[in-house]
């Protein structure tokens, strides 16, 4: 009887579309609302999961160090590797995408990640290691970036920003997560942190062939078809995107906000541990509180993209007061220090709605969708490379680091941000 039920089930939701005859022409009017909450449910897990395994490795990086007499320095360079592989990958994943569809490019994407995942455990000499890395870098935006598409596809605009949100939001999650309890409870609990790292990756694997046992391309279902994977016209899809100017625009916007938030989070608890006196723990809890703010405004400023007129508004004013709050957090004392990072981390939230934002531009739909949110994530973990290493090279050895940090990332960043998207044009 349980097998039954289970196999009613799954057919269920491997159809997932209505029979009425309600919006033939467009596959969203024709998706039940099971289905949809079934293909949330799903890419939030797998978002969750990979901020889980990603997150999860700077803060083994000690018990790592001692295990296998890696230095520090040789693991934060093998963690820099991430972000660049993102940005190789990224264009080529999202055209895969577009071509032969969200089914078994994100599934067979999926149960490589986990593979790859894993493997960061397994390896035998620091070579594996930053190969196995790279790898997994590589395969990221199959589970992270790309699902964005698929939420494009499964939902109206009226509610692609909250959705997006609430799958940004998770990330975000399970990031604080990460730094909370991966080096210590997770760590301790299943034996180590080379277990930790297999479980991550069995996670991604068997949520992948559950994709895959359920999830079906909208032009696709109704036909029970399997797409037919194309030769990409890789030249033109490339060509016709970088023409948009909405398009070249929004990652400006991401190069900017993903490196403000990167190289400032990663600089500033050591800057107030310097500069302005605080206690190392009172530096990591400042942090761990404008993640979580980061995650509240992520879920309240995506929401509220649904219900104003134009997005671009939600957009510009959290970029502009979220690099104000950044500001302020740099050049106050510590009495209010907490109130802007509370506001730093809450309207930073807003660079989710880039997403939702990129999808109702003139110019992009279903059919480049992938490749064009491809272009933005790569431009977005360019900045999150290129931001840490000026940072690095010429903001650490200034007198008044701290300032020089908060209008570089703050002003320079975030704000100038937040200007850029009032140049967006909307349909």
């Given amino acids: 009887m349980r097998r039954l039920v289970a196999r009613k089930i799954l057919i269920r939701l491997r159809s997932g579309y209505a029979s009425s005859g309600i919006g033939e022409d467009n596959p969203i009017d024709t998706v039940s609302h099971l289905y949809k909450w079934w293909v949330l449910l799903l890419c939030g897990l797998a978002n969750f999961l990979a901020g889980l395994s990603w997150m999860s ?12 007499g890696r230095s520090m320095a040789s693991l934060l360079a093998a963690w820099g590797v991430i972000p660049l592989a993102i940005l190789v990958s990224a264009i080529p994943a999202g055209m895969l995408v577009d071509k032969t569809g969200i089914r078994w490019s ?10 790859a995942g ?10 594996f290691f930053l190969i196995s890395v790279f790898i997994y870098g590589c395969l990221l935006p199959f589970t992270y970036q790309l699902l964005s598409k698929t939420i494009g596809l499964f939902f109206e605009a009226r509610r692609t920003g909250m959705a997006i949100g609430i799958l940004q939001a998770l990330f975000g999650l399970a990031g ?8 210590t409870v997770f760590s301790s609990a299943f034996g180590g942190w080379r277990n930790l790292l297999y479980l991550l990756g069995a996670g991604s694997i068997i949520l992948a062939f559950l994709w895959i046992a359920t999830i079906r391309d909208p032009s696709l279902a109704r036909q029970g078809a399997v797409p037919i994977p194309r030769r990409p016209m890789v030249g033109g899809t490339i060509t016709r995107l970088a023409r948009n100017r909405d398009l070249r625009i929004l990652c400006l916007i991401s190069f900017l906000s993903l490196g403000a938030w990167i190289g400032a989070s990663g600089t500033l608890p050591f800057l107030l ?12 809890n400042l942090m761990s509180l404008a993640t979580w703010s980061w995650v509240m405004g992520a879920l309240v400023l995506s929401y509220l993209s649904d219900r104003v ?3 671009i508004y939600v957009l510009f004013s959290g970029c502009v007061v979220s690099g104000l709050g950044l500001f302020m957090l740099c050049i106050s004392d510590s009495t209010l220090t907490w ?12 660079v989710v709605i880039i997403i939702p934002l990129l999808l109702d531009v003139p110019g992009i739909d279903a059919r480049n969708s992938g490749a064009a949110i491809g272009m933005v994530s790569g431009m977005g973990n360019l900045g999150a490379f290129v931001f840490p290493m000026v940072i690095a090279a010429f903001i650490l050895n200034t007198d008044q680091s701290i300032i020089t940090l908060g209008i570089f990332c703050g002003l320079l960043g ?4 937040g200007l850029l998207s009032g140049k967006i044009s909307y349909r």
Wanted: glycine content about 14%.
């Fill in 414 to 417: 975030y704000t100038l941000a």
């Fill in 118 to 127: 894993a493997a960061r455990g397994f390896s035998p000499n620091y070579s």
């Fill in 273 to 284: 541990k310097n500069a302005r006196g605080l206690s190392p723990q009172s530096a990591n």
């Fill in 176 to 183: 604080s997560v990460a730094f909370m309890f991966s080096g």
């Fill in 57 to 68: 490795l700077p803060v083994l990086f000690h018990e790592i160090s001692r295990a296998t």
């Fill in 339 to 350: 109130l802007w990072a509370c506001l730093w981390g809450f309207a930073g939230g807003a």
């Fill in 106 to 115: 994100i599934g067979i994407g999926g149960v490589a990640f986990g593979i």
């Fill in 309 to 311: 007129r134009n997005r």
